[in-house]
């Protein structure tokens, strides 16, 4: 059994997306950010940068427990548990790790700060609303391009994707209409039809 420490965020639903997919049988255990249960010593052992998601899979290799933090990190573990969604060699697998980067390094802390600045700050600051609204569009056009040459980001559907889609999925937060990125909306739509997806909404 896997426990998932997780809050209802873009990064906590990467990974009960894939925990879906693969049909691996899991508990959620809410990490509370509002109330800054990611700071609780307990967690603190899972989780050494307070950040969620974990994870604690108490089926690890040679009957050991396992514990990954980091949503990346934790993708690739289960990816590598149950041979789905990463190929396991050659240019297609770092087809999809070189995607999967693309929301670590990018997506994620961009759209963070132009959702954060546009809806949250207590100060309204142009600055910082215009700098990651526009950061946050060319994102938007990288995706754009990719997606109009390929039917998923890295071809076939992967870890990549369910990185990036729950980012994506509040696009309206970051200043981006559907309406300018027809190839995203299109890829966005056939993710959020799958059976895995559409239980995830229901359970984290």
């Given amino acids: 059994m896997i426990e998932l420490y997780a809050w209802p965020t873009p990064n906590g639903h990467k990974v009960s997306i894939m925990l879906e997919?693969?049909?691996?049988?899991?508990?959620?255990?809410?990490?509370?950010?509002?109330?800054?249960?990611?700071?609780?010593p307990e967690f603190l052992r899972i989780s050494p940068n307070s950040r969620?998601?974990?994870?604690?899979?108490?089926?690890?290799?040679?009957?050991?427990?396992?514990?990954?933090?980091?949503?990346?990190a934790i993708l690739v573990y289960l990816a590598e548990k149950t041979g789905s969604f990463l190929p396991r060699e050659g240019p297609a697998r770092y087809d999809v790790l070189q995607w999967l980067m693309f929301p670590m390094a990018n997506l994620g802390p961009i759209l963070g700060q132009a959702h954060y600045f546009r809806g949250y700050?207590?100060?309204?600051?142009?600055?910082?609303?215009?700098?990651?609204?526009?950061?946050?569009?060319?994102?938007y056009n990288v995706m754009e391009g990719?997606?109009?040459?390929?039917?998923?980001?890295?071809?076939?559907?992967?870890?990549?994707?369910?990185?990036?889609?729950?980012?994506?999925?509040?696009?309206?937060?970051?200043?981006?209409?559907?309406?300018?990125?027809?190839?995203?909306?299109?890829?966005?739509?056939?993710?959020?039809?799958?059976?895995?997806?559409?239980?995830?909404?229901?359970?984290?």
């Fill in 121 to 139: 700050a207590e100060e309204k600051i142009p600055y910082a609303i215009d700098r990651f609204t526009n950061e946050a569009g060319r994102l």
């Fill in 146 to 204: 990719r997606l109009g040459a390929v039917e998923y980001l890295a071809g076939d559907y992967s870890i990549a994707d369910m990185a990036c889609w729950p980012w994506v999925r509040l696009h309206r937060y970051h200043g981006q209409p559907f309406e300018e990125f027809p190839n995203v909306k299109r890829w966005f739509a056939m993710i959020a039809a799958r059976r895995a997806v559409e239980r995830d909404m229901g359970t984290l």
């Fill in 52 to 72: 969620m998601p974990a994870i604690v899979d108490s089926d690890g290799e040679e009957d050991e427990s396992v514990s990954v933090f980091e949503s990346g």
């Fill in 21 to 40: 997919e693969c049909g691996l049988p899991y508990r959620v255990i809410p990490v509370d950010i509002t109330r800054g249960d990611q700071f609780t």
